[in-house]
């Protein structure tokens, strides 16, 4: 089982769309999650952590539990901008990242 | 504040060639990261620094990739011989942490190597 498992893409939406990632994790003890955009043939950037509460920026908001061992991403009111690839991230003793989800939002 | 410095952004070389990769992390980062990334993948850790001494480097290859950071700033990744399957983009990342929080997660552009 890998590490670090998200849902496979691609993922093509219309603009305005809700669009939701699922990611799991091996790792119980595992403490600290992000999630990351990455725009094609760019460096991976934050897009933002994830907090036990829960967590909301605009348009998004990051979901962990950890019972089930599993972060969620939820994307609201989907913009063309938002069209990247999103990698889900663990951090034990170093990040762990996943394979990536592939968004692409239409007109 | 200046950001992690990558270079050179491309590089093609013949497979049995060697070529090295340089980062120079974020003023104050402890701690450097190397991954690989090969097209439609998240990134791989390759190797992990702590200032100067090494913390992780179970996934690289050892066999032909080498990795240093004699001063504990600046780090170079060399591979010797390149093989077809060493085409990637070669992230570096740099980060530092305090009572075992990580911040400033920060990666470089990356380095984008073809072997041919």
């Known amino acids: 089982r890998k590490e670090v498992e998200q849902d496979p893409g691609p993922f093509n939406v219309p603009e305005g769309a809700t669009v939701a990632f699922n990611c799991t994790y091996s790792?119980?003890?595992?403490?600290?999650f992000f999630w990351y955009r990455q725009d094609c043939r760019k460096e991976p950037k934050l897009l933002m952590s994830?907090?036990?509460s829960g967590n909301e920026d605009g348009r998004f908001t990051a979901q962990l539990n950890r019972a089930s061992q599993y972060i969620s991403l939820l994307i609201r009111d989907s913009k063309l901008s938002d069209s990247a690839t999103y990698l889900c991230v663990v951090n034990d003793d170093d990040m762990r990242f996943g394979a990536g989800t592939r968004l692409t939002v239409k007109p | 504040e200046a950001g992690v410095a990558q270079s050179p952004r491309y590089k093609i070389i013949e497979k049995r060639q060697s070529v090295a990769f340089w980062c120079n992390p974020i003023?104050?980062?402890?701690?450097l990261y190397w991954y690989q990334q090969i097209l439609g993948q998240g990134p791989k850790l390759l190797i992990q620094?702590?200032?100067?001494?090494?913390?992780?480097d179970s996934q690289l290859p050892k066999d032909r990739f080498s990795a240093e950071r004699l001063k504990g700033v600046d780090s170079t990744l060399k591979i010797q011989p390149a093989k077809l399957e060493d085409s990637a983009v070669y992230l570096c990342?740099?980060?530092?942490?305090?009572?075992?929080?990580?911040?400033?997660?920060?990666f470089g552009s990356g380095t984008r190597l073809t072997v041919v």
């Open positions: 620094f702590q200032n100067n001494g090494v913390v992780d």
């Open positions: 994830v907090y036990s």
């Open positions: 003023s104050g980062h402890a701690t």
């Open positions: 790792n119980s003890a595992s403490q600290s």
């Open positions: 990342a740099s980060s530092w942490s305090t009572g075992g929080t990580l911040y400033g997660y920060t």
